[in-house]
């Protein structure tokens, strides 16, 4: 049996720009997707903490270091830049695995540059 685990999160982060102009997914900095372990493509839930809106879309990399956080296609109307947002991933593994899960969890500050815990 595989379990569905979260795997990462970047929490809180601020959204910077929205863009209904575009196919869909979220545009985050690549820098922060190293950190949380994540890839471009790969599936994630969006949560906004301002409107209680949850979305499940796929990453796309934004240039590093620049802080992006860009909601696009039809979830652009899901949000606006300066709500607050947590961007979470999961993982399909064997029970073996999941009793040992450790998550990934990246802070960032409201530039959305990481914050060390």
Do not use: Q
């Amino acid at each position: 049996m595989l379990r569905s685990m979260f795997k990462s999160k970047i929490h809180r982060a601020t959204l910077t720009a929205t863009k209904l102009d575009y196919e869909g997914s979220i545009a985050v900095d690549a820098d922060l997707l190293k950190a949380a372990d994540m890839l471009p493509g790969e599936e994630v839930h969006v949560l906004n903490c301002n409107n209680g809106e949850r979305l499940v879309t796929y990453l796309i990399e934004a240039p590093a270091g620049s802080g992006t956080m860009m909601l696009n296609g039809p979830a652009a109307r899901l949000g606006y830049p300066g709500d607050t947002v947590v961007l979470i991933t999961y993982a399909a593994v064997t029970e073996e695995e999941a009793r040992n899960w450790k998550p990934t969890v990246v802070h960032v500050d409201e530039k959305n540059r990481i914050v060390k815990k």
